[in-house]
């Protein structure tokens, strides 16, 4: 499995790393990307099986990004890593197409509780 990492804090996407090698999710290569923009250009060259990003970045902010990879047609899996986590955001990734959204501060076992389900593992 090919895992996506996008977020522009460089520490985050370490973190994210990190995190996923402590899941039971299986075997995964993971690509990054810093902004929605680098995200798109690794989602067409690299076709990953499921997108991790932040919500709030530079240049291309998450949803933006989560929009732009639906309108062109993609249903790859899509999940959010951040500390927008109201009910209102969470509706907003949803409606706009996101599979999970994983809040802030994060654990091995809230990474697997979401992820699992949305790559039906």
Do not use: C, Y
């Not at 990492?5 to 990054?32: C, F, N, P």
């Not at 997108?51 to 709030?56: A, G, K, L, M, T």
Request: proline share 4%; net charge negative; no cysteine.
């Amino acid at each position: 499995m090919k895992i996506l990492i996008v977020d522009d804090s460089r520490a985050m996407r370490l973190i994210v790393k990190r995190i996923l090698r402590q899941t039971d999710i299986g075997d995964h290569s993971t690509i990054e990307a810093e902004n929605g923009q680098e995200g798109l250009k690794q989602v067409e060259s690299e076709n990953p099986d499921l997108i991790i990003s932040d919500w709030n970045m530079p240049e291309m902010n998450g949803i933006e990004f989560l929009a732009a990879v639906r309108e062109s047609g993609n249903n790859v899996k899509f999940g959010f890593v951040t500390t927008e986590a109201s009910e209102k955001m969470r509706d907003l990734a949803s409606d706009t197409g996101a599979n999970f959204l994983i809040a802030k501060p994060f654990t091995p076992e809230s990474f697997e509780d979401s992820i699992k389900p949305a790559l039906n593992l």
